[in-house]
């Protein structure tokens, strides 16, 4: 057990120094978002765009829509690429596109319609949008989102740009601003955290909030209860049991 603890640490701490040495001084780039009309920050490399191509044609109007879809593969049958559904849309094995679900996208194996207001879920493989606003699921293999209002519950590996809500998973992981919950084995927020880490490992940036956890580590402003909270600019940067800086 004790070992596993060290492991666990040395692996943390490795990760802290990736997530948290980036400069993030330089402006993101930003792009149009078909599915509300704002704007939409892009992830930096590796990027969703990257993952999921911008299309050649937006979204279908919202007027145009249907109440069940089944795909087979991503983006086929055609008539999944800039669909929208208010319904079910239904992967079997997979189904993707870049237009719109108003209710529930299920799969076996991947679930990656850009935009859901509703469920995303997939039982065997993971799920991928650009925005998500309620539940995105799945059991074995990862969920990813640019952005993400409601819950992101995960069997392995939970990430997210920007979240509003909360994150469960054995690993979670926000790139840019978390408002809300972490809770795994292992928790990263790479920039700013207002809520709440609670796992055997916790890592961020600036926190307006709680660590709670085995292990601690913040850059700046924190509060820590665990075994082991080490705050890096702080006049205190290393305590047994309680540790903060306001």
Known sequence: MKR????AIGLSVSLAGW?????DDGKDAKSADPGRGDGVVRMEEPSLNEIHPTPAAPPRPRDEWTMF????????????KESNVYGIKLGIPMCSGYGRVYGIEPSILYS???YVWGIQATFWGYCLAREVYGIQASSFGPSIATNLKGLQAVGTLGMVENLEGAQIAPVTMVKKKLTGIQ???VNLSKDSLTGFQGGAVNIAKKVKGLQFGVFNYSDGKTFQI???NIIKNSWLPFMIGINFKF
């Open 4 to 7: 596993l603890l060290v492991v």
């Open 19 to 23: 997530s948290l040495a980036a400069d």
């Open 69 to 80: 879809q089944i795909g087979f593969l991503p983006l086929w049958p055609d008539f999944t």
């Open 112 to 114: 990656g319609t850009r």
């Open 183 to 185: 809770f795994g084995a």
């Open 226 to 228: 665990g075994g082991i």
